[in-house]
């Protein structure tokens, strides 16, 4: 539940860190700075003349706030069924796993989101040239980021524990 928790909190820093990242490293005339059709066809056009930073943006959020939305709905649905089976927790403290487990997670998370960002957009111009796709993979990337963090943190997490705990004794 924790790292659900975490990630949770994570994927939004995880997101415009995405999005600054692309437009850190794309010029103002990118192709990636693009329209979907159905953007503007719902927006009315006020788009159009838009900077193509801020239609990357909100093409981007057009994505990542209904992942995220449904995230949250999912941990949600998990805290109160926990609750409802097991009754209210009890505090107590953290496991040094978890401890070590925290920090690498987020930082390996705001590594791997910008990283499954410019790979995707690596393969999209390899496999479809043209292609409008950056505001998609700016906006799932931090999902993405997420999955691929969570195996490679708790790999690195058991040392750290390990090490830390030698050290407390």
């Known amino acids: 539940m924790t790292f659900l928790r975490q990630s949770a909190l994570l994927l939004p820093s995880a997101f415009l860190l995405g999005v ?8 103002h005339n990118d192709p990636g700075f693009g329209n979907y059709p159905f953007f503007d066809q719902w927006a009315g056009g006020r788009f159009v003349s838009a900077s193509p930073e801020l ?11 209904p992942a ?3 995230a949250l709905l999912f941990l949600l649905g ?7 089976m097991f009754g209210p927790r ?3 403290r953290p496991s040094g796993y978890a401890r070590a487990f925290s920090p690498a997670f987020a930082i390996l998370l705001l590594v791997a989101s910008p990283a499954v960002v410019f790979e995707g957009e690596r393969a ?3 496999l479809a040239p043209g292609a409008l796709v950056a505001p998609i993979l ?6 993405a980021g997420a999955a691929l963090a969570a195996v490679p943190a708790a790999l690195l997490a058991a040392p750290i524990a390990a090490v830390r705990r030698r050290e407390t004794r």
């Open 20 to 27: 600054l990242l692309f437009l850190l490293t794309h010029a």
């Open 55 to 65: 239609r990357l943006l909100l093409q981007s959020l057009l994505f990542f706030l």
């Open 68 to 70: 995220y939305a449904v």
């Open 78 to 84: 998990i805290v109160l069924a926990e609750a409802a």
């Open 90 to 92: 009890e505090a107590r």
């Open 124 to 126: 999209a111009g390899r």
């Open 138 to 143: 700016v906006g799932l990337a931090p999902f």
